[in-house]
């Protein structure tokens, strides 16, 4: 068994932050990850997929983006090469290939057992992503076997689907983007919309992201908000990154040619039934897209920032057209159904009592119950943007130093 401080389980964002954090406070540690650096941007991304964060936001404890473009967006290529660098100049030390299989309490510290040996441990800190399994609802169970189905970190691209129409559940960033490319392939969209963030990408000469980090939105803490669960629950950014930093919205999709319907409620075969809330769920996001507008206006004023005049913003659903409220898929020639639903976490292997119901980690920014456990990445876990690639080295940065500061009083077994 190796003995070490620190272990950091991944090797995408949050655990190369929470190795240079570590490395800046001469902690000894290793990351172990189960494939190679950016391992899920690897393995789980369409193949035109794009940050929808624009370049100058990705920035990393002691690192962050230097090339020509500060406000185009990153291809995954370029994003996983971004992250090699970074974890070059860090010189992390990681061991690849290596999966985690179970973490245990071992003495006053942790047994980490992997595909490649042992590690014990004072601390273990927990970077396996937020986004680590989709999130599939269950109705998906009674759709008829013929239908192919499929989850984002499947999809590559059009090719891959059945020849047919194709229904999209979920109108987030992903929903939306799989959304977009398929209908321009030629296929018929239908999109079920649930809660969403309506974002304009650019907003008074500026992109909406430069907006959201000078008003401080995105670093909002925790502890700022009424209701932390419920913040964390709030839909991801209907944004999408395009080298002509055009909007995609639904908008935009409808007058594309992409149907939109409202919230899959049921699934019978190939018969599936909608709820009747797409005006509302439509009219909510326009509100808040308004308020936050508003927002922005006010900041403008208040800075005397340059701006352009603001731009008008017409209601999502066009007047006078109904949504459907069923839809049979066999009629339709819908050969295939993409649930953008959402992601889900799953610790099968930390044994550690820090679970909740849900099977989700209890932590307090990133605190478990269990001294010396820590989690990194998870939504909102400090600030609003924990999750994001420019928010997670504040929160590793914060780790850091709790592990610093007990590190010196656990003897490890
Ligand atoms: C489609 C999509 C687009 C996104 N776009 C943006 C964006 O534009 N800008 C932005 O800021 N954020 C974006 N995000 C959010 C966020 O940046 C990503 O989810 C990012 O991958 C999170 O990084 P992470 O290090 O927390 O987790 P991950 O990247 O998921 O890394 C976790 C690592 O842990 C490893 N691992 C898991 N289990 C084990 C185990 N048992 N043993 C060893 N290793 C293990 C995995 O292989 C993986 O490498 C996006 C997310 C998604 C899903």
Redesign the pocket.
């Known amino acids: 068994m190796t003995r070490t401080t620190t272990v950091v389980?991944?090797?995408?964002?949050?655990?190369l932050a929470m190795s240079r954090c570590l490395s800046e406070l001469g902690i000894e540690h290793v990351v172990?990850?189960?494939?190679k650096i950016?391992?899920?941007?690897r393995t789980q991304?369409w193949d035109s997929?794009r940050?929808?964060?624009p370049n100058w936001?990705t920035r990393l404890p002691g690192f962050q983006y230097g090339g020509p473009d500060p406000d185009g967006f990153m291809s995954v290529p370029e994003l996983i090469a971004f992250f090699e660098r970074y974890a070059a100049s860090s010189a992390v030390p990681l061991v690849t290939d290596?999966?985690?299989h179970s973490v245990e309490r071992w003495g006053d510290g942790f047994r980490v057992a992997?595909s490649r040996g042992e590690w014990s441990a004072a601390s273990v800190v927990v970077?396996?992503?937020?986004?680590?399994r989709p999130a599939v609802p269950l109705v998906s169970r009674q759709l008829a076997p013929s239908v192919a189905q499929l989850v984002?970190s499947d999809y590559k691209h059009p090719e891959q689907l059945p020849a047919g129409g194709v229904l999209i559940v979920g109108a987030s960033?992903?929903g939306v983007q799989l959304a977009d490319e398929i209908q321009r392939s030629g296929r018929q969209v239908t999109l079920a919309v649930g809660r969403h963030t309506r974002l304009p990408r650019r907003y008074r000469g500026r992109d909406i992201l430069w907006w959201l980090d000078a008003l401080g939105s995105l670093s909002q803490g925790a502890d700022a908000v009424q209701d932390i669960t419920r913040s964390r629950q709030q839909p991801s950014l209907q944004l999408v990154?395009k080298p002509d930093h055009s909007t995609l919205d639904l908008r935009t999709l409808h007058d594309r040619g992409a149907r939109l319907v409202g919230r899959v409620r049921d699934i019978d075969g190939y018969r599936v039934r909608l709820s009747d809330d797409i005006v509302a769920t439509t009219a909510a996001a326009d509100v808040k897209l308004a308020e936050m507008l508003t927002r922005v206006d006010r900041f403008i004023e208040t800075h005397g920032a340059i701006a352009s005049p603001p731009e008008p913003f017409n209601p999502t659903w066009p007047l006078g057209i109904s949504a459907p409220d069923n839809l049979d898929l066999q009629d339709e020639h819908i050969e295939s159904v993409i649930w953008a639903t959402g992601?889900r976490r799953a610790y099968p292997?930390l044994h550690v009592p820090v679970l909740d119901a849900r099977g989700e980690i209890l932590h307090r920014g990133g605190l478990t119950p269990h001294a010396g456990l820590y989690v990194?990445?998870m939504n909102f876990q400090r600030r609003r943007n924990s999750?994001?690639?420019?928010g997670?080295g504040d929160d590793a940065r914060a780790i850091a130093g709790e592990i610093a500061r007990v590190a010196t009083h656990v003897r490890v077994a």
């Open positions: 389980i991944g090797a995408g964002q949050a655990g172990l990850e189960r494939g950016a391992h899920r941007w991304s997929l940050l929808l964060t936001m290596t999966a985690v992997t970077a396996t992503g937020y986004c680590d984002p960033s992903t990154g992601y292997w990194l990445g999750s994001f690639i420019d997670v």
